[in-house]
């Protein structure tokens, strides 16, 4: 069984509509990570979760919403978006945020969004 | 700034070797690690270097040096299934991963 998944793995949305990524892992990990990959930029950490509550939001627009309702699952609503926050959104796991410098992540395989 | 560079794309021969290389500059030093991503797909782990030296793991192999901020990534015996991007990522003092952009790696026949 894949370690972590992630649900849709295609979205197209409209700028107006309401709609949420879902992220699962499998793996008994205490760190949830969601990322921004853009083509040929750096992957964009956007919220870190320790189990279940936030510890890391850098600078991300409200108009993403992460949601930890418990140490398995990781969501990210999205609500009028904007073309440029097209991308594929990565959701990652660890064993912990911090505490030793080996810090695997896990990745799933992403969602791609198109903002209409 | 944090910053991480390692070039955009690379093309090299199957069968051939090819040397990935990554430079950072961050605040604090936790280990970097190496990840393959093939297209559509999640980036997967390859190594990670804390030490300064060379780490091999079959037909890769990763060199760290701390005092220059330098990393690079060897891959022999190039297959064509080694085709992807290879992202180079820092742990800085927070243990949060600093990403670079990804080198995209053509293999050609």
């Known amino acids: 069984e894949t370690g972590v998944t992630q649900t849709p793995r295609h979205l197209v949305m409209g700028m107006t509509n309401k709609k949420s990524l879902k992220c699962e892992q499998h793996?008994?990990?205490?760190?949830m990570y969601w990322y921004k990959q853009s083509a040929k930029k750096p992957l964009e950490l956007m919220f870190v979760?320790?189990?279940?509550?936030?510890?890391e939001n850098n600078s991300v627009p409200s108009r993403f919403s992460p949601e930890c309702p418990n140490s398995s699952h990781l969501f990210l609503h999205l609500h009028t978006l904007q073309p440029e926050d097209s991308a594929l959104y990565l959701c990652?796991?660890?064993?912990?945020?911090?505490?030793?410098?080996?810090?695997?992540?896990?990745f799933g395989p992403g969602t791609r969004l198109t903002v209409l | 700034g944090q910053n991480i560079d390692q070039p955009t794309e690379m093309t090299a021969t199957e069968g051939a070797i090819v040397q990935i290389n990554c430079t950072y500059q961050t605040s604090g030093f936790n280990g970097l690690f190496w990840y393959q991503q093939h297209a559509g797909e999640a980036p997967t782990f390859l190594s990670y270097?804390?030490l300064d030296g060379l780490e091999e793991k079959g037909r890769f192999s990763s060199f760290l040096s701390r005092s220059k901020g330098y990393s690079y990534l060897l891959l022999k015996e190039l297959q064509m299934k080694d085709s992807a991007s290879y992202l180079c990522a820092v742990s800085d003092s927070n243990y949060q991963l600093i990403w670079g952009a990804g080198t995209k790696l053509i293999i050609k026949p």
């Open positions: 990652a796991s660890s064993q912990d945020v911090s505490a030793e410098a080996y810090n695997e992540q896990f």
């Open positions: 270097n804390v």
């Open positions: 793996l008994g990990h205490n760190a």
């Open positions: 979760y320790s189990l279940e509550e936030r510890v």
